[in-house]
C-alpha cells in the first residue's frame, strides 16, 4: 500500500472498497446460510468473520483520516451519551456513557445488565432507541433499565438493594 515509504490514499481507499464489498458478501453469504440451515450453523464463527472484516476497514479508514473518524464517532456518542441503545452484542440493550482510544482502536464505553460498565470496539454496530419508538415507551424502557442499573450497582449493599424492592412495588402495583 505504500510506494517508497510514502502514505498512498489511493491504495488505501482502493483496498477499502475490495473490503466493503468482501464484507457485503460475506453478510450476505452468511445471512443465506443462516435462513437455510439455522441453528445448525456455529454463529459465532460468522460474526467473527464479518467483525474481522470489519476491524480491517476501520484500521484503514483510520490511516486515511483518523481525526475525521474519531470526531464522527464522537459526535454521534455526544448526540446519544447516556441514552439506551441496541448493541450487537449478547447484552442487547446498553447504555452508552462514551467513547474511548487505545491507540489503535476506538471503542464505546457502555453498561449493560449483564456485564456492568464494558468497552466494544466502535466496529460493532450500535442503533439508537431514543426517537424510534414513541417517547412514553422509551421513558418507561429506561426506568425499568434504571431501577435494574441501580440494582446491579448496590448488590454488596444490602440497604440499597431494599431501596431498590421498595421502588419495584411502587411501580408494579
Not at 464463527?45 to 464479518?50: A, T
Not at 422509551?138 to 442499573?149: E, H, P, R, S, V
Amino acid at each position: 500500500m505504500s510506494v517508497k515509504g510514502k502514505f498512498n490514499k489511493k491504495a488505501i481507499k482502493a483496498e477499502i472498497k475490495k473490503l466493503e464489498k468482501k464484507l457485503k458478501k460475506v453478510e450476505n453469504s452468511n445471512m443465506s446460510a443462516w435462513t437455510e440451515y439455522g441453528s445448525e450453523l456455529c454463529a459465532g464463527g460468522m460474526i467473527e468473520e464479518e467483525r474481522k472484516i470489519q476491524r480491517e476497514i476501520t484500521k484503514l479508514k483510520n490511516k486515511l483520516a483518523p481525526n475525521e473518524v474519531y470526531n464522527e464517532l464522537l459526535a454521534r456518542t455526544l448526540e446519544h451519551k447516556n441514552e439506551l441503545v441496541f448493541n450487537c452484542g449478547p447484552e442487547a440493550v446498553i447504555l452508552l456513557e462514551g467513547i474511548e482510544d487505545d491507540g489503535e482502536d476506538y471503542y464505546w464505553r457502555m453498561f449493560s445488565l449483564q456485564r456492568g460498565y464494558h468497552h466494544s470496539s466502535c466496529v460493532g454496530r450500535i442503533d439508537c432507541i431514543k426517537g424510534k419508538i414513541d417517547d412514553e415507551a422509551y421513558d418507561f424502557l429506561f426506568g425499568i433499565f434504571k431501577l435494574n442499573y441501580k440494582r446491579v450497582l448496590s448488590m454488596q449493599d444490602e440497604g440499597a438493594i431494599n431501596e431498590v424492592e421498595k421502588e419495584l412495588k411502587g411501580i408494579f402495583k
